[in-house]
Nanobody, 118 residues
Framework: QAQLVESGGGLVQAGGSLRLSCRHSRMILSTFWSTTMSWYRQTPGNQREQVAR???????IYADSVKGRFTISKDNSRKTMYLQMNSLKPEDTAVYYCNFVWGQNDVWGQGTRVTVSS
């Protein structure tokens, strides 16, 4: 059974928006607070690239290609991480993966496909 469950991918026209969600099915809240969470994406033939990251203290970083368009956030009460994607471009088309890192744990979601049509 997957520990990280993603949702929210789909097909959208250029300029549109999508919100991805990632939830750990069994994580306790204190662990969630101390976890560094990231979104990555991957296209065929290319390496997985980090899109955005949020640390335990809420510090965020973004890839240059998505700055100003994507927002990473987390909801402690729901133990869920989000990626709000606005002004989507065809080059954002990829499989998006969430990643949680805490202690010596490094866990990945199963991936959710985002397709942006021109």
């Amino acid at each position: 059974q997957a520990q990280l469950v993603e949702s929210g991918g789909g097909l959208v026209q250029a300029g549109g928006s999508l919100r991805l969600s990632c939830r750990h099915s069994r994580m306790i809240l204190s662990t969630f607070w101390s976890t560094t969470m990231s979104w990555y994406r991957q296209t065929p033939g290319n390496q997985r690239e980090q899109v955005a990251r949020i640390t335990s203290d809420g510090t965020t970083i973004y890839a240059d290609s998505v700055k100003g368009r994507f927002t990473i956030s987390k909801d402690n009460s729901r133990k869920t991480m989000y990626l709000q994607m606005n002004s989507l471009k065809p080059e954002d088309t990829a499989v998006y993966y969430c990643n949680f890192v805490w202690g010596q744990n490094d866990v990945w979601g199963q991936g959710t496909r985002v397709t942006v049509s021109s």
